[in-house]
């Protein structure tokens, strides 16, 4: 599985290093194997930052870009990131809700997505198939014969963003269809929220962070090891959370479970 940092993140705690050095300390403590991931960086210094760091994988979104702006600043920052042994996904298609409006009417060409693939040299791509960042209903509706079309017209995983909209039974379909990482974050801060809420709204008076914030991370465990499971229904498996591929022009591995190429599940 993977611990995703986005760029986001990163500004909320005032910068990279503090939250990368903790996650990383947690995947190699980890007893399964974690990638850690910078995601959403459209930042090219915050993707330097993060291969000084150890990150083994990054997620570098140009996808506001022209196409052809896109292609050049893509292939820039893979190649740069393979020289160093670093995975790389990248989007095309620009996924909606990134900036709190759900638009989830774009998509992805699929000839235009080979395309991209070949002239970049990602190893992931994310791509616009009906889904929405940020949503708190699950009731997104996917395209799945696109998702079938584009997999089979790329040489790479495709990458599902705005998974937390997503019903179940879909998010087990789009692993069949081809999709093989699903970013899930949105529902784990609702399920996060509510536990926190059910224990001030019961103790009021409660003000020590530990005790609800553990309520949250304790709430958030069983909804992880749901999801996996669901997950594993639709076809990706603990083999591949070991890593989607290494990067193209570079195979070697980074060391311990941090250094893992990268995996499934925003």
Request: charged share 20%; proline share 5%; aromatic share 4%.
């Amino acid at each position: 599985m993977v611990l995703q940092i986005s760029q986001n993140c990163v500004a909320y705690h005032g910068g990279l290093e503090p939250i990368a050095a903790a996650c990383l300390a947690i995947a190699q403590a980890a007893a399964v194997p974690v990638a850690v991931h910078l995601d959403h960086a459209s930042d090219v210094t915050l993707v330097e930052a993060a291969a000084a760091l150890g990150l083994c994988s990054v997620m570098f979104d140009a996808s506001a870009l022209p196409y052809g702006d896109n292609v050049r600043a893509t292939a820039e920052v893979a190649a740069w990131c393979h020289e160093r042994g670093i995975w790389v996904e990248a989007e095309l298609g620009e996924i909606g809700g990134k900036d709190g409006v759900h638009s989830p009417s774009a998509r992805t060409d699929p000839a235009e997505a080979a395309r991209y693939v070949a002239a970049t040299g990602v190893d992931a791509l994310a791509v616009a198939v009906g889904s929405s960042h940020a949503m708190l209903t699950r009731d997104a509706v996917l395209d799945l014969g696109l998702i079938a079309t584009i997999s089979r017209a790329v040489s790479v995983p495709l990458v599902l963003h705005g998974s937390s909209g997503v019903p179940d039974r879909d998010l087990i379909a789009a692993v069949q269809a081809g999709m093989t990482k699903i970013n899930i974050a949105t529902q784990l801060n609702r399920v996060f929220t509510a536990a926190v809420r059910r224990i001030l709204s019961a103790e009021p008076a409660a003000v020590d962070p530990r005790k609800y914030g553990a309520a949250g991370r304790d709430a958030i465990t069983p909804e992880v090891t749901r999801l996996l499971r669901l997950l594993a229904a639709g076809g990706i498996s603990q083999g591949t959370a070991a890593g989607l591929r290494e990067p193209a022009a570079d195979r070697r591995a980074r060391g311990g479970n941090a250094g893992e190429p990268l995996s499934p599940v925003e």
